[in-house]
């Protein structure tokens, strides 16, 4: 059963340009969150969407976006990079069942260097 | 709102040692709890989760960590850590019966655990 995939694994882009992320979630998952990780803020969470529908939003400035297809593949935009953008970031898919506690799977993320 | 804290950045510890991970948790609601370790240039891995019953949970690779309410703690344990076991890992809690199903979780700062030989 193939994990979460991510693509590209590695970016590099210059300040004020645009990035778009995706991530496959695993077969039947649909839920998809994306996640923020830097040395010195930690992991943050983004935003959560289900069913092509934003759920949850983290605390980041409007110049963040996601959105999720029918098939729940998701793709995050950052507009206008900072080089405080630059981070891994993770996305990570569930498996919404009704059920109490299911767990996130992750995928091994896409490290983005703004220079 | 949940939040979460690592007691310890980086705990040393010498192979076959024991080891003990700290995470505390603050929440006005109920939580679910996990652990999470993370190898380098890798993304997340579940160890182990808590969402009920019984308050001491066995996890992979001879990891267990126990749920202690009164004190708002979820400690991570192994009796003997390998060199392999070197990582970072996070504690993380999500909000119990959050109703809209929001999977968000909340992670702590996240603990180096370097295993010398």
Request: glycine share 12%.
């Given at each position: 059963k193939a994990g979460?995939?991510?693509?590209?694994?590695?970016?590099?882009?210059?300040?004020?340009?645009?990035?778009?992320?995706?991530?496959?979630p695993i077969s039947g998952h649909r839920s998809v969150s994306w996640y923020q990780q830097t040395p010195g803020q930690g992991l943050q969470f983004l935003f959560e969407y289900f069913s092509e529908?934003?759920?949850?939003?983290?605390?980041?400035?409007?110049?963040?976006?996601?959105?999720q297809f029918s098939n729940s593949r998701s793709e995050m935009n950052v507009s206008t990079l900072e080089l405080g953008d630059s981070a891994l970031y993770l996305c990570a898919s569930s498996l919404v069942t009704g059920s109490k506690g299911t767990e996130a799977f992750f995928g091994q993320g896409t490290r983005l260097t703004v220079v | 709102a949940q939040s979460v804290t690592q007691l310890d950045s980086q705990v040393p510890v010498f192979e076959e040692a024991p080891v003990e991970l700290r995470c505390n948790y603050s929440s006005s609601v109920s939580v679910y709890l996990f652990w999470y370790v993370q190898y380098p240039n890798q993304g997340l891995q579940l160890l182990l989760k808590y969402l009920s019953g019984s308050t001491l949970v066995k996890g992979i690779n001879?990891?267990?960590?126990?749920?202690?309410?009164?004190q708002t703690s979820f400690h991570l344990r192994k009796p003997s850590v390998h060199i392999s076991d070197t990582a970072e890992y996070f504690c993380a809690v999500r909000e119990a019966?959050?109703?809209?199903g929001s999977y968000q979780l909340t992670f702590g700062k996240g603990t180096k655990l370097s295993v010398i030989p």
């Open positions: 979460v995939t991510q693509t590209p694994r590695y970016l590099i882009k210059t300040r004020g340009q645009q990035v778009t992320l995706s991530c496959s529908t934003q759920r949850n939003k983290g605390n980041f400035p409007g110049r963040f976006s996601g959105r | 001879g990891f267990e960590a126990e749920f202690n309410k009164s019966d959050s109703g809209a």
